[in-house]
Nanobody, 119 residues
Framework: QVQLQESGPGLVKPSQTLSLTCSVS??????????WSWIRQPPGKGLEWIGY???????YYSPSLKSRTSISRDPSKNHITLQLTSVTPEDTAVYFC???????????WGQGTQVTISS
């Protein structure tokens, strides 16, 4: 069974960098054709795709966030990391990691972690 767990600070000050880790078990992040994504949901709003990293380690980002986003991985730990720089209160959201699997579906999700941007 594939399981994903997000972790990181729940409170980040404006202008700082948001850093999160997705720990994956039950699957290997280098398995061919699996993608590993970050998605967020601001309070009262819909889901927003942030970006993803391929099984080869190549990242891709939403155009609206590309300039501030970095997604990387550590295959030795089976971790996916997210860094979002220069954060503002508009970045307050529940942040999820998810696998893009068979049928081009986000088939496994973490439970999400709340990140609040506040001074």
């Amino acid at each position: 069974q594939v399981q994903l767990q997000e972790s990181g600070p729940g409170l980040v000050k404006p202008s700082q960098t948001l850093s999160l880790t997705c720990s994956v078990s039950g699957a290997t992040i280098t398995e061919p054709y699996d993608g590993w994504s970050w998605i967020r949901q601001p309070p009262g709003k819909g889901l927003e795709w942030i970006g993803y990293i391929t099984f080869r380690g190549n990242p891709y980002y939403s155009p609206s966030l590309k300039s501030r986003t970095s997604i990387s991985r550590d295959p030795s730990k089976n971790h996916i990391t997210l860094q979002l720089t220069s954060v503002t209160p508009e970045d307050t959201a529940v942040y999820f990691c998810a696998r893009l699997g068979n049928g081009l579906v986000f088939d496994y999700w973490g439970q999400g972690t709340q990140v609040t941007i506040s001074s």
